[in-house]
C-alpha cells in the first residue's frame, strides 16, 4: 500500500488565492481526518469523516476553511480566501474502524500564504 | 476537554546517552499511543498501550501506562542520531468516535 497521499507537497500561494489541498486515504480506511499543525498550537484537528460522512468540523477555524469527501477515496480541504495566518503544514490521516489501530498519515502539505 | 501534557517539550543529547519523556493528563484514557515525527513527514506510530501498569519495548525504546490510566513516558536507552524528531503522545477523546487528542510533543535532538 502506497500510504496515505496528500499533494500537493507545497503549496506558495497570495493572500485572497484560492487554496485546494488534497488527499487520498488508504483503502479500506473508512474515517479520514484533517489536522494543521503549527510551531505555536501543535497538531489541532480541523475535521474528520466518518465513512464520507463529516462527524466533526468544530476545528475548522471559519468559514473560510471548507472540507469535502465525494467518496471513500479522496478528500478535499479547501481556504478561500488564504490569509497568512493560514500558512502551517496540513496533514491528511485515515484509520480503520476502532480505537488502538492507530491513525496513518500523509507526508503532508507546507503551506505558506504571502 | 482532555489535554495531554509532555516534557520536557525540547531535549538535546548526546548519541549514547539515556532519556525519559513524559505524557500526563488528568483525564483517564482508556488507551494511549505514542508516535514519532521525523523533520518534513507527518507522524508514525509507535506503540499503543491499553492496560494500567503496562511496559512495552520497541528495541531501545520503552513505554510504559501509568496505574491510573492518566500518564505514560516513553525511556529511550542508548539514544542515536536517527532517534532524533517530534515525540507525541496521544489518546482517545471522550466523543464516541475515534478521534484522538494529541499531546503538545517533545521536540529530540541527538548529535553525534
Known amino acids: 500500500d502506497a500510504g496515505v497521499i496528500q499533494s500537493p507537497r507545497h503549496e506558495v500561494t497570495e493572500m485572497g488565492q484560492e487554496v485546494t489541498l488534497r488527499c487520498k486515504p488508504i483503502?479500506?480506511?473508512?474515517?479520514l481526518f484533517w489536522y494543521r499543525q503549527t510551531m505555536m498550537r501543535g497538531l489541532e484537528l480541523l475535521i474528520y469523516?466518518?465513512?464520507?460522512?463529516?462527524?466533526?468540523d468544530s476545528g475548522m477555524p471559519e468559514d473560510r476553511f471548507s472540507a469535502k469527501m465525494p467518496n471513500a477515496s479522496f478528500s478535499t480541504l479547501k481556504i478561500q480566501p488564504s490569509e497568512p495566518r493560514d500558512s502551517a503544514v496540513y496533514f491528511c490521516?485515515?484509520?480503520?474502524?476502532?480505537f488502538g489501530t492507530g491513525y496513518t498519515f500523509g507526508s503532508g502539505t507546507r503551506l505558506t500564504v504571502v | 476537554t482532555q489535554l495531554l501534557e509532555q516534557s520536557p517539550q525540547f531535549l538535546s543529547i548526546q548519541e549514547g546517552e539515556n532519556l525519559t519523556v513524559y505524557c500526563n493528563s488528568s483525564?483517564?484514557?482508556?488507551?494511549l499511543q505514542w508516535y514519532r515525527q521525523e523533520p518534513g513527514e507527518g507522524p508514525v506510530l509507535l506503540v499503543t498501550?491499553?492496560?494500567?501498569?503496562e511496559v512495552k519495548k520497541l528495541k531501545r525504546l520503552t513505554f510504559q501506562f501509568g496505574d491510573a490510566r492518566k500518564d505514560s513516558s516513553l525511556h529511550i536507552t542508548a539514544a542515536q542520531t536517527g532517534d532524533t524528531g517530534l515525540y507525541l503522545c496521544?489518546?482517545?477523546?471522550?466523543?464516541?468516535?475515534?478521534?484522538?487528542?494529541f499531546g503538545t510533543g517533545t521536540r529530540l535532538l541527538v548529535s553525534p
Open positions: 496521544a489518546g482517545p477523546g471522550n466523543t464516541g468516535f475515534q478521534k484522538l487528542v
Open positions: 490521516a485515515s484509520s480503520p474502524t476502532g
Open positions: 483525564s483517564v484514557f482508556s488507551s
Open positions: 469523516f466518518n465513512n464520507n460522512v463529516p462527524i466533526d
Open positions: 483503502s479500506g480506511h473508512n474515517s
Open positions: 498501550v491499553v492496560t494500567g501498569g
